[in-house]
Each structure stands twice: as structure tokens, then as C-alpha cells.
């Protein structure tokens, strides 16, 4: 696979999951709300997607080293794939209830870091459990800070 594509389908994949999943717990914590957390999810498919792409444009045009056809591929995969992978967390938000669908997107964001990372790792000939604990570590991490932000948010600031 080029290497323009495997960046945007790493990263897209890896800031899709955690990004949306931190949203979600953190919608949810602090509103417990169905269409507020789908909105969320919405929001931010499109517009971190595109927010991502942006950046890994610039950060590739500023290491001088990518022709410009592979920063518009890396740029262009960045979008589709965290767009593609922040959408997948709307299906159980649909057909859930929200509690539900929380849990089940948890488990499908958990799982997704942990294949990329085990593909990535065997791929390159390297140890697998090493960095699953790592990405695993900072996912979990991440939905954690939200789901506390989402409670101090709705303690704090509810009418």
C-alpha cells in the first residue's frame, strides 16, 4: 500500500475512533441525550474530518519531501477515512438506546484500535502487545477525561 494512503487511513481511522468516542461519552454524560449526541456525531464527522485533512496537508507540505500528488492522496484519504469511521458510530446510536449505544461503541472503537494496531505491528515485523497496551491506554484515557468534562459540565451548568 503507498504510503500517502497509509497515513490517512491510519490516522483517519485513529482520530475518527477516539476523537467521535470522546465526543459521544462526553455528550452523553452531560446530556444523556439521543439527538444531541448523534448531532455530535454528525458535527464532527464533517467537520473534524475535514479540520484533519487540512492538517495533514500542511504538515506534509511542510516536510518538503511529498510530491503534491501524495499530499492531496494522504489529504483526501484523511477525510474520507475519519469520515467513514466517525460515521460507523451513528448506526449504534440509531438502532440503540442510548446507554446501549454507548457500551456497544465503546467495544467497536476499542476493537478497531486494537486490529489497526496488531495489523500495523505484524506488518512491520514488530511486537504487538506493546503497542495495543499503549493505544489502548490512551483511548481509554480519552473517554474517561470526557465522561468526567460531560458530568462536570451537566452538575455545573444545568438549569
Do not use: C, R
Not at 452531560?30 to 454528525?42: E, H, S, Y
Not at 464532527?44 to 487540512?54: H, K, L, N, P, T
Amino acid at each position: 500500500m503507498q504510503h500517502s494512503i497509509k497515513v490517512g487511513l491510519s490516522f483517519g481511522l485513529a482520530s475518527g475512533v477516539i476523537t467521535t468516542l470522546g465526543l459521544m461519552v462526553g455528550l452523553n454524560a452531560g446530556t444523556a441525550n439521543k439527538m444531541v449526541v448523534l448531532g455530535g456525531i454528525l458535527t464532527i464527522a464533517i467537520a473534524d474530518s475535514m479540520s484533519d485533512a487540512m492538517g495533514i496537508h500542511m504538515s506534509q507540505e511542510a516536510e518538503n519531501v511529498h510530491s503534491t500528488k501524495e499530499v492531496w492522496i494522504s489529504t483526501i484519504t484523511t477525510f474520507l477515512a475519519k469520515l467513514v469511521f466517525a460515521l460507523t458510530f451513528a448506526v449504534p446510536v440509531l438502532i440503540f438506546d442510548l446507554p446501549t449505544a454507548i457500551i456497544v461503541s465503546i467495544a467497536w472503537g476499542l476493537a478497531l484500535i486494537i486490529i489497526s494496531t496488531y495489523l500495523a505491528a505484524k506488518k512491520q515485523k514488530s511486537g504487538v502487545i506493546g503497542p495495543i497496551f499503549e493505544h489502548l491506554t490512551v483511548a481509554i484515557l480519552v473517554i474517561i477525561a470526557t465522561n468526567y468534562v460531560g458530568s462536570a459540565i451537566a452538575a455545573n451548568f444545568s438549569s
